[in-house]
């Protein structure tokens, strides 16, 4: 079993920054490929960003690029995901989701891929 908390959510005004954070325990990150997903009211769950925890490779939704950076630390088993210059629409609750045993896989964007989430942050930003 893989338990994940994210944190660093709140409120912060237009172009403004914050830093999120996905923190496992139960087993490490090892191996993984962790995505973060974002869900604004009334629309369905995105894709934003993902990380393959071996190899590096990060991977983003075009509405961030240039915005956000997935990142990861080995000694805190922990996955952040820096967002700056942040915009209204980027308003929704930020949930982590992690595969297990998986370097990479090409359907990194599909929720479905992802075995284990965590509760989410809630990020809002005013205009």
């Known amino acids: 079993q893989v338990q994940l908390v994210e944190s660093g959510g709140g409120l912060v005004q237009a172009g403004g920054s914050l830093r999120l954070s996905c923190a496992a325990s139960?087993?490490?990150?090892?191996?993984?490929?962790i995505g973060w997903f974002r869900q604004a009211p009334g629309k369905e769950r995105e894709f934003v960003a993902a990380i393959s925890w071996a190899g590096g490779q990060t991977y983003y939704v075009d509405s961030v690029k240039g915005r956000f950076t997935i990142s990861r630390d080995n000694a805190k088993n922990t996955v952040f995901l820096q967002m700056n210059s942040l915009k209204p629409e980027d308003t929704a609750v930020y949930s982590c989701?992690?595969?297990?045993?998986?370097?990479?896989?090409?359907?990194?964007?599909?929720?479905?891929?992802?075995?284990?989430w965590g509760q989410g942050t809630q990020v809002t930003v005013s205009s």
């Open positions: 139960g087993r490490t990150f090892s191996n993984s490929f």
């Open positions: 989701g992690v595969r297990p045993y998986t370097y990479y896989t090409n359907k990194y964007f599909s929720e479905s891929e992802y075995d284990y």
